[in-house]
Nanobody, 120 residues
Framework: QVQLVESGGGLVQAGGSLRLSCVISGLTFSSYGMGWFRQAPGKEREFVADIRWSGGVTYYADSVKGRFTISRDNAKYTVYLQMNSLKPEDTAVYYC?????????????WGQGTQVTVSS
């Protein structure tokens, strides 16, 4: 059974930082690309960042470029999202997923999400 479990969300003031983690089990982690998406209330789930299986290639949404960093530790079956200079508009539920690219249809497995709230 494949499981993706996110953690690290919370409440932070604008300008602050958070690091999200996602631990994966039940699949060969090193064979999968991993992505982070987010969904704000009343909005569609949107792409944030992804990282390919080797960790050497990453992509970011324009809205987070330069502020967020995606990384992975294949030995720990974990993918991270370091979020700096957070803004109120970053408030959303953040999901990790196994797959690649900016299209949700390219992802096979999803976590349950972790809430990030940025206060102004």
């Amino acid at each position: 059974q494949v499981q993706l479990v996110e953690s690290g969300g919370g409440l932070v003031q604008a300008g602050g930082s958070l690091r999200l983690s996602c631990v994966i089990s039940g699949l060969t982690f090193s064979s999968y690309g991993m992505g982070w998406f987010r969904q704000a209330p009343g909005k569609e789930r949107e792409f944030v960042a992804d990282i390919r299986w080797s960790g050497g290639v990453t992509y970011y949404a324009d809205s987070v470029k330069g502020r967020f960093t995606i990384s992975r530790d294949n030995a720990k079956y974990t993918v991270y999202l370091q979020m700096n200079s957070l803004k109120p508009e970053d408030t959303a539920v953040y999901y990790c997923a196994a797959g690649y690219g900016a299209n949700r249809d390219k992802y096979d497995y999803w976590g349950q999400g972790t809430q990030v709230t940025v206060s102004s």
